[in-house]
């Protein structure tokens, strides 16, 4: 596992050289909030990084329901069991490997579902939350319930799978042949796309991911993969 920190937010990437895969780490001030699970196996490393930064981990947040995100929650809670766990209403389901379409959803959803997960969701999350510091951003796209967020203090932006940047800056969906397994696991395109013009607005000091290194000062490259995925659309 390799360890960065930027300010307040700490990024945790499992298989650096391989196939990256990131959680973070963010300090509240009493503790610290935990956005996402990484894989199965990476229970021990989070919580060896926790206790190295010195406060326990208060909170778990997930940005959406695909295994390499919440892989490690059973374990986690199963040591933290006092940490309130955080998913959007949309992706609870998937959280428990059901895949099944809402109303009005016509795209099937596609990559590694959660299975057999058996930690429950103590808050459901919906837009414009707040989650100590950080402001819940719906970001649907590459699952139905996909969240994103925003950190007010030093506006750093956790955005999960909604951006790459391993194989090249790309918004969800968007296929890059160095690294394209996020977008052979999105959900739908145009909302993703969607989602990225959201996350753009907010105009981000820092975009972090779960696939790549993170990004300072992201704007213009958030702006180039936006607009090389709305191409891809038609």
Same mark, same amino acid.
């Given at each position: 596992?390799?360890?960065?920190?930027?300010?307040?937010?700490?990024?945790?990437?499992?298989?650096?050289?391989?196939?990256?895969?990131?959680?973070?780490?963010?300090?509240?001030?009493?503790?610290?909030?935990?956005?996402?699970?990484?894989?199965?196996?990476?229970?021990?490393?989070?919580?060896?990084?926790?206790?190295?930064?010195?406060?326990?981990?208060?909170?778990?947040?997930?940005?959406?329901?695909?295994?390499?995100?919440?892989?490690?929650?059973?374990?986690?809670?199963?040591?933290? @069991?006092?940490?309130?766990?955080?998913?959007?209403? *949309?992706?609870?389901? &998937?959280?428990? +490997? !059901? %895949?099944?379409?809402?109303? $009005?959803?016509?795209?099937?959803?596609?990559?590694?579902?959660?299975?057999?997960?058996?930690?429950?969701?103590?808050?459901?999350?919906?837009?414009?939350?707040?989650?100590?510091?950080?402001?819940?951003?719906?970001?649907?796209?590459?699952? @139905?319930?996909?969240?994103?967020?925003?950190?007010? *203090?030093?506006?750093? &932006?956790?955005? +999960? !799978? %909604?951006?790459?940047?391993? $194989?090249?800056?790309?918004?969800?969906?968007?296929?890059?042949?160095?690294?394209?397994?996020?977008?052979?696991?999105?959900?739908?395109?145009?909302?993703?796309?969607?989602?990225?013009?959201?996350?753009?607005?907010?105009?981000?000091?820092?975009?972090?991911?779960?696939?790549?290194?993170?990004?300072?000062?992201?704007?213009?490259?958030?702006?180039?993969?936006?607009?090389?995925?709305?191409?891809?659309?038609?």
């Amino acid at each position: 596992m390799k360890v960065i920190q930027e300010s307040s937010t700490y990024q945790l990437t499992f298989m650096p050289r391989l196939f990256p895969v990131s959680c973070y780490l963010v300090d509240e001030g009493e503790g610290l909030t935990l956005i996402d699970a990484a894989l199965p196996n990476s229970a021990a490393s989070i919580l060896q990084a926790a206790e190295r930064i010195g406060k326990p981990i208060n909170r778990i947040v997930l940005t959406h329901g695909h295994m390499d995100h919440v892989g490690a929650l059973d374990k986690l809670k199963s040591q933290l @069991p006092h940490a309130s766990v955080y998913i959007s209403k *949309r992706d609870s389901r &998937l959280l428990h +490997g !059901d %895949s099944s379409l809402d109303p $009005g959803e016509i795209h099937p959803i596609k990559g590694g579902v959660a299975k057999n997960i058996q930690t429950q969701a103590d808050v459901l999350i919906n837009d414009g939350d707040r989650i100590g510091s950080l402001i819940a951003i719906s970001s649907p796209g590459h699952t @139905p319930g996909s969240m994103s967020f925003f950190d007010e *203090r030093n506006g750093h &932006l956790i955005v +999960g !799978d %909604s951006f790459q940047t391993r $194989g090249g800056i790309a918004v969800s969906g968007k296929m890059k042949p160095l690294f394209p397994f996020p977008s052979f696991a999105t959900w739908n395109k145009e909302t993703a796309v969607a989602s990225a013009r959201k996350l753009a607005g907010l105009q981000p000091e820092l975009l972090a991911v779960g696939h790549g290194k993170w990004i300072k000062q992201p704007l213009t490259k958030m702006k180039m993969a936006i607009s090389e995925a709305e191409k891809g659309l038609g």
